[in-house]
């Protein structure tokens, strides 16, 4: 069974920072390109970030010199440290695994929320 489970979420004021876990299980972790999404109310959702195994990283042009994605094979977790946050960041933030051969193999998290508020 597939499981990717995120922590971390919550409240913070802007400015903060947050730091996201995902730990996946009932993968081949190394095999995967690991993301992360987020929607906010209303809004569709939006990549992040992601990052393949030994392979290149990706940020969205909102997000690129704040925040950071990077990855632990060892422990089978992928982590998102978001610096200097921005009202505009609140929303739920899910964990993403796609299969980089097997494409069609995909799962995401639960989602964390994260809000920036003062």
């Known amino acids: 069974q597939v499981q990717l489970v995120e922590s971390g979420g919550g409240l913070v004021q802007p400015g903060g920072s947050l730091r996201l876990s995902c730990a996946a299980s009932?993968?081949?972790?190394?095999?995967?390109?690991m993301s992360w999404y987020r929607q906010a109310p209303g809004k569709q959702r939006e990549l992040v970030a992601s990052?393949?195994?030994?392979?290149?990283?990706n940020y969205s042009d909102s997000v690129k010199g704040r925040f950071t994605i990077s990855r632990d094979n060892d422990k089978n977790a992928v982590y998102l440290q978001m610096n200097s946050l921005k009202a505009e960041d609140t929303a739920v933030y899910y964990c993403?695994?796609?299969?980089?051969?097997?494409?069609?193999?995909?799962?995401w998290g639960q989602g964390t929320q994260v809000t920036v508020s003062s």
């Open positions: 993403y695994a796609r299969n980089a051969i097997r494409v069609t193999n995909s799962y």
């Open positions: 009932g993968i081949s972790f190394r095999l995967y390109t």
């Open positions: 990052i393949i195994s030994g392979g290149p990283i």
